[in-house]
């Protein structure tokens, strides 16, 4: 412990974190290999066209890079220049909404988190377009590598339910979504540390089987540490969604 307390400092929690995430992702792609062969089998099959989706997204220090995804929608449909994705949205494919379910197009991230574009904890990566629109505030998430999973993504996780039967998918997006995903980035930016980022990742698996457990962990947590009622009562889905007044 004493060894790990004198590397902590002469390194920083940031070295710590880097480390964590090249054993963490590497361990993971060994382990889902087998899930994610089949899943990329499948979306194949169902068109013979590429499997996976490169996204491309801003990440730390405003630096573009490909965001690797299993394709979970038709072939090209990121031209029809819509970023955001409802659970009806006509593009998902019968595979691809399975492929969504369980997550597993996120899972290929992994690699990105191995190349060191990503981090399995951190604020969740935009496109170039919605970056463009930050607010000076928001800039601040750019300061540190985006992640593949955060209080955001266990809160939000039914970001297709909310945008449901949208007519302008970015607009409410951008509208009821982004402003409170954002505020949990900065809150998490400002509190990180490597307990927490286990947690993080701990309570994103528990939230697969029960949401409701996870908001409350979330919830919890931001009251605590911030005092904030509102952000709280929405992180635990309490108060229906709508844009922050501030």
């Not at 492929?99 to 170039?128: A, C, H, Y």
């Not at 970015?170 to 990180?192: A, E, T, V």
Request: net charge positive; aromatic share 12%.
């Amino acid at each position: 412990m004493m060894m790990l307390v004198m590397y902590v400092k002469k390194y920083g929690i940031s070295m710590i974190k880097r480390l964590l995430d090249i054993f963490i992702s590497a361990f993971g792609i060994i382990f889902f290999f087998p899930f994610v062969s089949i899943a990329i089998f499948l979306v194949w099959i169902q068109d013979w066209k590429n499997p996976f989706y490169v996204a491309p997204r801003v990440g730390k220090d405003f630096v573009n890079f490909p965001m690797i995804k299993i394709r979970s929608m038709i072939y090209k449909a990121d031209k029809s220049g819509v970023s955001s994705t409802s659970v009806n949205d006509s593009r998902i494919t019968k595979i691809g909404s399975l492929i969504r379910k369980f997550k597993l197009d996120e899972i290929t991230q992994l690699i990105n988190v191995f190349l060191g574009q990503m981090s399995l904890v951190g604020p969740r990566p935009n496109v170039v377009s919605e970056v463009a629109g930050y607010t000076q505030a928001e800039k601040k998430l750019l300061s540190v590598r985006p992640g593949i999973t955060d209080f955001s993504s266990i809160v939000f996780s039914d970001e297709g339910e909310i945008l449901k039967n949208s007519k302008d998918p970015d607009h409410d997006y951008n509208i009821l979504i982004r402003p409170w995903k954002s505020k949990l980035g900065l809150f998490y930016i400002d509190n990180q540390n490597c307990s927490m980022d286990l947690k993080i990742i701990l309570y994103t698996i528990i939230g697969i089987a029960s949401k409701e457990k996870a908001l409350n962990w979330v919830s919890k947590k931001i009251y605590e540490t911030s005092q904030d009622k509102t952000l709280a009562s929405i992180c635990k889905r309490s108060i229906p969604l709508s844009s922050p007044a501030n």
